[in-house]
């Protein structure tokens, strides 16, 4: 038992660090959401309701968001008609408790890995609030591919950008790419 643990400890190591940290960041996460009831909504998700409606109102200067007390959503209007709805699960948060748990398990130099952890949220964060504008904009448009944009085409562009994230980490800065590199 004890070789295989010797054989496997990296890869043991990376799976600890990686549950452990979306563990805890997950369990945060959810004590952040606790605090706003269950018929509130968040300041993370109003927030990305804010800057979907402002990069909605580069293109259609009536866009608007309406908030409705008592609901876990955000309505966004765009051309005078209800194109969505946007709840918790749509600011990216879980996308980015993921991403973070992947660097730290694969991690580097303290400030090269805070900087990239910094960094790639803030890209994740933007990406999405372009996503879910583009989305609105598709669906006006395409209402009868309603679902296959929201349940597959976006999904997979904002999880193939943070696989594309990943991979650069690995890659380029995570001490698993320096160990690499000297073998």
Same mark, same amino acid.
Request: charged content about 10%; glycine content about 6%.
């Given at each position: ?56 109102? #580069? ?6 968001? $309406? ?9 966004? #209007?765009?051309?005078? &008609? ?28 303290? &400030? ?13 964060? $933007? ?47 995570? &001490?698993?790419?320096?160990?690499? $590199?000297?073998?």
């Amino acid at each position: 038992m004890k070789k295989y643990f010797s054989i496997y400890k990296p890869f043991l190591l990376f799976l600890g660090t990686f549950f452990l940290t979306y563990i805890v960041l997950s369990l945060l996460y959810d004590y952040y959401l606790s605090s706003f009831g269950v018929d509130g909504l968040d300041s993370i998700t109003l927030k990305v309701a804010q800057n979907t409606q402002q990069v909605l109102q #580069w293109l259609e200067p009536n866009s608007v968001r $309406i908030e409705e007390s008592g609901t876990n959503y955000v309505k966004l #209007w765009y051309h005078q &008609k209800g194109i969505a709805r946007i709840i918790e699960g749509c600011n990216a948060i879980s996308v980015i408790i993921l991403f973070i748990a992947f660097v730290v398990a694969f991690s580097g130099k303290l &400030k090269t890995t805070l900087l990239f952890i910094l960094g790639g949220s803030l890209l994740i964060y $933007i990406l999405n609030v372009f996503r879910i504008a583009a989305l609105c904009v598709l669906l006006y448009h395409f209402p009868e591919y309603g679902s296959l944009l929201h349940d597959i085409i976006f999904p997979l562009f904002i999880y193939g950008v943070v696989f594309l994230l990943w991979v650069i980490w690995v890659t380029n800065f995570s &001490k698993y790419a320096k160990n690499t $590199i000297q073998s």
